[in-house]
């Protein structure tokens, strides 16, 4: 006894869900991918690579130079500014420091906010600040102590914000 396979015919309605599935899985992770290359994007962005290259060595010296003072800097944010604290290798309160910053948002110079810290005693500086929900960088630049040039970047995130 033989049985007769049965063939089924492909019609139109199938070729059309083939079709959509397809292209749904192509847009889906095309959609995946655009969401997570733009919500970790640093926001580095430099005018001229070649020209900001050509100082490495020496941003790298700098930077090795402030790692072997063995300060302690301290970073907290509220509602109405920012708050540094410094302290050297031995454990003592730096109070004799000018210190300047920017405040900005990561991805867009909309809300930059030039910060001025004054000292409050005991190796803390504050700066008033408006911060609004989302992903922040502080960068501060400060002079004194035996030090022409101490630079330090903080990446932070306001999660809420109180009228």
Not at 29 to 37: D, K, S
Not at 52 to 72: I, T
Not at 84 to 95: E, N, P, Q, R, V
Not at 106 to 133: C, E, M, N, W
């Amino acid at each position: 006894m033989s049985m007769a396979a049965t063939q089924k015919q492909l019609k139109g309605s199938h070729v059309l869900a083939m079709f959509i599935a397809f292209f749904g899985v192509i847009f889906a992770v095309n959609f995946l991918m655009a969401f997570l290359a733009n919500s970790t994007w640093s926001g580095l962005v430099v005018e001229n690579g070649f020209v900001a290259s050509q100082s490495f060595d020496k941003d790298l010296a700098r930077a090795k130079a402030q790692e072997a003072l063995g300060w302690d800097v301290g970073f907290s944010f509220n509602q109405s500014g920012i708050r540094l604290s410094f302290a050297d290798a031995k454990g003592a309160a730096i109070g004799s420091l000018a210190i300047t910053g920017m405040l900005e948002r990561t991805v867009t110079d909309k809300q930059d906010q030039q910060l001025t810290f004054t000292h409050q005693g005991g190796g803390i500086y504050s700066a008033p600040a408006r911060l609004g929900k989302g992903l922040w960088e502080v960068e501060v630049d400060g002079k004194g102590n035996g030090v022409s040039d101490y630079h330090k970047i903080f990446r932070f995130f306001v999660k809420d914000v109180q009228e």
